[in-house]
């Protein structure tokens, strides 16, 4: 049911405005985008966020763009090897050779659940600053 008809309207025209930058996905409800919300707001509160940032995720952001794109998606995909190996279009053993790599090379713990959660934020973040800037 919906009560507050102007909150409603105000979601839903962030929902669109949200979804837009999302290519090929069809309507959202706010529900659906409110995390994105949430981190544009932060971004907005805060105009400089990067000292919130996850450290080992900027440099291998900025280092090696094949292992943050399968950070990316080894975490999207739970640590799910198979679910990820075949997303990236690779061989379950090259996804461990990477997923070591990102280990230690950059640090970034992906069986630990705090650093997980510091990935995912800093993710969120990038992501919202890149809806604003243009580029990372």
Do not use: C, H
């Not at 919906?2 to 529900?31: C, M, P, Q, T």
Request: no cysteine.
């Amino acid at each position: 049911e919906v009560y507050d008809f102007r909150k409603a309207y105000l979601e839903s025209i962030k929902a669109i405005k949200l979804n837009s930058n999302n290519v090929g996905f069809g309507l959202s409800l706010y529900s659906d985008v409110i995390l994105d919300d949430f981190f544009l707001t932060l971004q907005d509160a805060f105009s400089n966020f990067d000292g919130f940032l996850y450290d080992p995720v900027v440099k291998l952001m900025n280092g090696n763009d094949i292992l943050f794109n399968t950070l990316i998606n080894y975490i999207n995909n739970l640590n799910n090897q198979k679910a990820s190996a075949i997303s990236l279009g690779i061989n379950r053993s090259t996804l461990i050779y990477r997923i070591n790599q990102i280990k230690t090379s950059y640090n970034i713990d992906v069986d630990d659940p705090e650093v997980v959660l510091k990935v995912q934020i800093t993710i969120r973040l990038l992501k919202a600053k890149n809806r604003v800037t243009a580029a990372i």
